[in-house]
């Protein structure tokens, strides 16, 4: 007789947090992993035969003859258990517990999906795989509906004239916005009488992609709003910044409605002239293509989402990457872009540093973001943001992520958005 699982057991507690359509994703996921681990695998044979003076084959990364045809039976062989998981799933899903029926949503999943979003969200979404997040706005962790009636029913009497918009961060949600115990919306909406509205968005897709899916949005819902909005302020962490800004550039060049209720542009830790991480990314990219036995290995540095690729240099408008293979150069691209004009604007930057100095500014930042590019500063003229000096905030001994938890922070967020500071826009 087999014993009874333990409560704690690892197993249960993972499957908590699955939903029946996860099973479906996950295995479509797993049927593409494979067929990547199969190419990487026939590069490196190719890329040994070419060392020893051997014919490549019909391509540079495809081999021929017996040796050909054996690669092909195993991605024949693999396609076939991929439809032969798709077809067992599909008769078993119904026979599962349904979402709609149980809507609430474990944090633990929630958190998976967006780093997951974060890193391959470009390849969902062109997979159609399922776990690919639409764009959403939420508020208490549930989804708007964009039309007046249904709005109205909804945020009731937390409908007020000054929405505020926050956008999160890469690899990041809504629902992250509350760290330690401590939510900026919420903070903002006691204090100044004002309506947080958080984004969801795919963090893995391109910034201006986003940019411009949120321009149309935040149109949608200015004219669904429930009362008559007198002023929109939108707080961007991290990336959400970048969103932002994408967002304001796309919108005016449209001629829609909202940027002109636009009143403040808040960055947290904004990566406004990229973050090192991804620089060293593509140096390891680099690194790999540099002999022949490793150049196949830089396909799994290329996995990395359009969104991370972005985040090399800060981009937000689509010129800053059409055109460009987002992994041959190390070089920006960027078309300048400027702070929007009729809008106060305010940057935070973390530091883990106790003071600044030169070093400090240019290698310390909050560990994710430098200080420089987050307080917009760059070496050349035409790509600085200029930040008013009262309008810049350094968070002092903060991590990147801290800056969602900062007291010192929420007292500079008050004092930037409150009345007297409103009153003088």
Same mark, same amino acid.
């Given at each position: 007789m087999t014993a009874p699982s333990p409560p704690n057991n690892p197993k249960r507690a993972v499957l908590r947090h699955l939903r029946p359509s996860d099973l479906k994703a996950a295995a479509q996921l797993a049927s593409q992993a494979m067929h990547g681990v199969i190419n990487l695998t026939e590069g490196v044979h190719q890329s040994v035969r070419r060392r020893l003076g051997f014919s490549s084959g019909t391509s540079d990364e495809r081999a021929s003859g017996l040796t050909g045809q054996v690669y092909q039976a195993v991605r024949g062989v693999t396609q076939l258990v991929s439809h032969s998981t798709?077809?067992?799933?599909?008769?078993?899903?119904?026979?599962?517990?349904?979402?709609?029926?149980?809507?609430?949503?474990?944090?633990?999943?929630?958190?998976?999906?967006?780093?997951l979003n974060g890193v391959l969200g470009?390849?969902?979404?062109?997979?159609?795989?399922?776990?690919?997040?639409?764009?959403?706005?939420?508020?208490g962790g549930e989804t708007l509906v964009l039309n007046p009636s249904a709005l109205a029913a909804q945020l009731g009497a937390?409908?007020?004239?000054?929405?505020? +918009?926050?956008?999160? %961060?890469?690899?990041?949600?809504?629902?992250?916005?509350? /760290? &330690? !115990? #401590?939510?900026?919306?919420?903070? $903002?909406?006691?204090?100044?009488?004002?309506?947080?509205?958080y984004l969801r968005y795919n963090s893995g897709l391109h910034t201006s992609v986003n940019g411009r899916e949120l321009a149309l949005m935040?149109?949608?819902?200015?004219?669904?709003?429930?009362?008559?909005?007198?002023?929109?302020?939108?707080?961007?962490?991290?990336?959400?910044?970048?969103?932002?800004?994408?967002a304001v550039q796309v919108a005016r060049q449209a001629g829609l409605r909202w940027p002109g209720l636009l009143r403040e +542009?808040?960055?947290? %830790?904004?990566?406004?002239?990229?973050?090192?991480?991804? /620089? &060293? !990314? #593509?140096?390891?990219?680099?690194? $790999?293509?540099?002999?022949?036995?490793?150049?196949?290995?830089?396909?799994?540095?290329?996995?990395?989402?359009?969104?991370?690729?972005?985040?090399?240099?800060?981009?937000?408008?689509?010129?800053?990457?059409?055109?460009?293979?987002?992994?041959?150069?190390?070089?920006?691209?960027?078309?300048?872009?400027?702070?929007?004009?009729?809008?106060?604007?305010?940057?935070?930057?973390?530091?883990?540093?106790?003071?600044?100095?030169?070093?400090?500014?240019?290698?310390?930042?909050?560990?994710?973001?430098?200080?420089?590019?987050?307080?917009?500063?760059?070496?050349?003229?035409?790509r600085r943001l200029v930040f008013a000096h009262g309008r810049q905030f350094i968070a002092y001994r903060t991590g990147h992520l801290d800056l969602l938890s900062s007291a010192d922070v929420a007292v500079q967020l008050l004092a930037w958005l409150g009345p007297v500071t409103a009153a003088g826009h």
């Open positions: 798709d077809a067992l799933l599909g008769a078993l899903l119904p026979l599962l517990d349904d979402p709609a029926t149980h809507p609430e949503a474990s944090p633990a999943r929630e958190a998976v999906l967006a780093a470009d390849k969902l979404q062109a997979t159609n795989n399922p776990l690919a997040w639409p764009m959403v706005l939420r508020q937390k409908a007020r004239p000054h929405l505020v +918009l926050l956008i999160h %961060g890469l690899c990041m949600n809504d629902t992250q916005w509350r /760290r &330690a !115990g #401590h939510d900026h919306g919420e903070c $903002l909406a006691q204090a100044l009488g004002c309506t947080p509205v935040l149109e949608q819902l200015v004219a669904a709003w429930p009362v008559p909005l007198e002023r929109i302020t939108l707080l961007g962490h991290s990336m959400g910044g970048l969103v932002a800004r994408s +542009l808040v960055f947290l %830790g904004t990566p406004h002239h990229g973050a090192p991480l991804e /620089r &060293a !990314g #593509h140096g390891v990219d680099l690194l $790999l293509a540099a002999t022949p036995f490793t150049a196949p290995f830089t396909r799994l540095g290329k996995i990395r989402s359009a969104g991370i690729t972005d985040l090399r240099h800060g981009d937000v408008q689509d010129v800053d990457w059409q055109a460009h293979d987002r992994f041959a150069s190390a070089e920006d691209h960027r078309v300048p872009l400027p702070l929007p004009e009729g809008v106060a604007c305010f940057t935070v930057a973390g530091t883990l540093a106790g003071q600044r100095g030169p070093v400090a500014d240019r290698l310390t930042g909050d560990g994710l973001v430098p200080l420089n590019s987050a307080l917009g500063q760059h070496d050349e003229p035409a």
